[in-house]
Each structure stands twice: as structure tokens, then as C-alpha cells.
């Protein structure tokens, strides 16, 4: 199975508010908020790590987790956020635009 | 408001975290609008490095709405660079502009931005009636041309149509307007005071008879009239108004001037500090006149607490009723609209019949006296105005 990466787009806002972090897509001004575990996710989504590894350096290794759980339930967050324009998803490591 | 939303904010207010701020660039503009409560002259406005500077500070802070407004925010030289810092640093902008100044190398700019939104000034779908309001020739014209630029381009844009004696006429004009080039469309039937307390454009505010019909128009609404406009519901148990906050002001909001000025709201203009010299976060911490104002809660509020619309048909503006001379006392327009909507008189407006009566028996009345809620709802229940719930009242 190629590894899948991800990436955050320029096209959000965010911010934490406590533990979670606020986000608000700009192409359906869908608000989002994510949990600790989804946030850790999101901050580490720098389009050259796999997911795979992601999930477990950041989710894993600070959270009393199973890891094929967490790579399925990572997967669907991803699968939702990449739907509103708030993750970008490929195949291959994905390049930052200027 | 979303029920997200909601949360975001209930939770920011109990971290004191400020989710929201109002930052006016500049003051200067190429409008000169009828109903403006600003003075255009500019003295002495924040430098692209202060504004980027506060931006950080504010980042930091947890601001998550960030709204650029003016004057006219494109009168500024740097505006897009101030703009593109904000998003760098991840704001969920909002901008208010009367859009004469956006062309398509503009809208392309603004496009790139992913902006949440942008709102634009729009006072009648007529030419001679717009530009008789911004007494700037052809403005409608650029307008709708940049609003259509923008909506070309997947950009939200939202018509502020704010309702004076001169314009109510056209608001349907306006929403048909809005429909057909794709934006959305809000009313704001309150004129404000001007920000050094001159109170001369009042005279401009639309009379109860058309804000009767505002207040029943289902197409402004999105809801039932009946119900937005049923009788109020009573003050509030002691126990429940000790706990209701008159608004965000301070408490998840605040609005920062071109000068550096901080006060509670835009229509707050209480002065709790400046960023030229205090830091944003010091200031929204620390500042004595914000945690004044962040500590009031209906309960400290003498004549409101104990009137009928404070469990719910009010929306006292405490920024109103601090530039009518009390932070504490009722807002006299609000206290209007919610009459105009409800038929039922507010406890301000008894006080204010009271002091005026007494006034020649150059009597001493203490201000903060309540008056009885059972008096509130009938003894001084009117009808000035249609409304079969009034009626059933009387």
C-alpha cells in the first residue's frame, strides 16, 4: 500500500483555543474543531511525513492508543478535511506553494 | 450564531482568550457618508510595522476573527500587505470596504487572500439615491462593478444595507440587488451616534412605523414575525440576570483603532488602553476599565434587570448606553426597537418619562431606583402601534 501524505492548505484559518484548535475553511466558511489527537494530526501535516509515521510520532507516542485504531480513525479525519479544503492528500510527497 | 460557534466562544470567555477583534486601518475615506460617525482627518494612524506588530501580538493571543474595517480600508498604501501578514498568520479575516477602489488586479489580490469575507456598503440599488448618501458621484456604479468582480471570483461578499430616512424605501430594491449578483445580504436600521458623542445624525434613523415593518418583514427576519415579535417574557430571576452578560464586548471581543486606541466594541468607544504603549494581551488582561466592563452582568444593571424584555427581546447595546452618559443605564434606541417590536414599553423608557415629568419640580430622583416589574407589563403597556398581542395585553 503507497503511503499517503498530507498536507495543510493556505486556504484556512486556525488558531488553539485551549486544547483544540479552530478552523474555518475559506471555501465553505466550515468552522472545525479539532480535538488534542486531531490537532496533532493537523500540525504535523507537512506534506512530506506519511501519514503513517504522523500517526505514530504524534498521536501514538502521547496517546494511550491502539495503532491501527488510530490510523483508521486518522484516515476518516483525514478523508472529512481534505473534503472542505482544509488538507491536501496524495500519494506523493507534496510540495509547498509560495 | 452556529452552536459551534457558541462553544468557541463560551470557551474562549471562560480562558479569557479575546476571539474576536475589530481593527479600523485608517479613518480616511474616499466616501463621505450622511450617516458616518467618524471624523476622516487622519492623526497620526499606526505604521505597516505597528499593525504587523499587533497582528503578531494578537496571533498570539488567541484572536481567531479578525475584522479589517475604516474609513476606507483601501485608502491605505499597504493595505494588502497588511491584509497578507493576517492571513500568514492564520486570522479568519472579514473585510468592510465600500469597494470603489476594487478593479480586477484588486479582486484577483483579494481572491488569492482566502478571506472569510467581504462586506460592503451598498445604501440603495438607485444611483442618485446611494450617491446622494455617500455624496460621492458614480460610487454606486464602481460598487456593484467591484461586488461583481469578487462574486466572479468565489469570494463571499455581504451587502451591509444600513437604513436611514433616506433609503428605507429601497430595501427591497437592495435585497433583489444582492440576489441577483450573488451576494448575501444584512440591514442595520441603527444609526449611532457619532465616536466623540455628537448626536446630530440621529436625526437620521428611520421612524417606529418603518421599523415596525422591518421587524415584521419574514424576508429580513429568517423567522416567524409573530414569534420575534411576541411579548416579552419578563425580567429575568435574580438569580439568572446575575449570570447574563450584555454582550461580547470585552468579554471575547474588543476593536482596536487606526491609532492604537483599544476600547470594548467599535460602538464602545471607552478607552481602556493603547497599544502603542501597553501591550494587546497586558491591556486585555490587565486593563481596570475592561475588567469593569467585563465584570457587569444584567444584575448590575439597575433599570434593566428589572425590565420586561431583559429575559430576551432586548438587544441593549452597552456601547449605546455609555455614550448616552451610563454603561449601566438602558440604551434609549434599543429600548425603542425593542417597544417597536414587542409593543410594550421598557423600564428606560418609564425612567425616562419620569425624570422628564419631575423635571420641573426640580425634584432629586436616584437613578438607580427599580421600577416594579408588574408596572413594566401593565400599567405602562401601550399600543402606539398595531399588534395583536399588545391588543390581547390591554
Known sequence: ?98 | MSALIQEMSDKAQRLDIPLGVQLDLTYRCDERCVHCYLDHDDRGEMTTAEIKDLLEQMADAGVFFLTLSGGEIMMRSDFFEIVEHARRLSFCVRLKTNAVMIRQPEADRIQALALDSVQISVYSHRAEVHDAITRLPGSLKRTIEAVRLLVERGVKVIFANVLMRDNFADYPGVQALAAEVGAEYTIDPTITPKIDGDRSILGLNIDRVELQQIFRDPSLLGADPEEFCALPGGPPAPQDAQKMLPCSASHTFCYVSPYGDVCPCVQFPLLVGNVRTTRFLDIWKHSPQMKEVRSITLSDLPVCSSCAHGGGSCSRCPGLAYMEGNMHGPSSQDCEKSYVRTGVITAGMIIHREERSIAGMVQIRNSTERPQSSQVLVLYLERPITHQWAAAWS
Open chain 1, 1 to 98: 500500500m503507497s503511503p499517503v501524505y498530507i498536507a495543510r492548505t493556505k486556504e484556512v484559518a486556525a488558531r488553539s483555543i485551549g486544547n483544540e484548535m479552530m478552523i474555518m475553511s475559506a471555501r465553505d466558511s466550515t468552522l472545525f474543531s479539532l480535538n488534542e489527537t486531531a490537532t496533532a494530526i493537523w500540525q504535523a501535516a507537512d506534506g512530506v511525513t506519511p501519514l503513517a509515521e504522523i500517526v505514530e510520532r504524534s498521536v501514538c507516542a502521547n496517546f494511550e492508543v491502539d495503532p491501527a485504531t488510530a490510523l483508521r480513525d486518522a484516515e476518516e479525519l483525514v478523508e472529512g478535511l481534505s473534503r472542505h479544503g482544509i488538507l491536501k492528500v496524495s500519494n506523493l510527497p507534496i510540495e509547498e506553494t509560495p
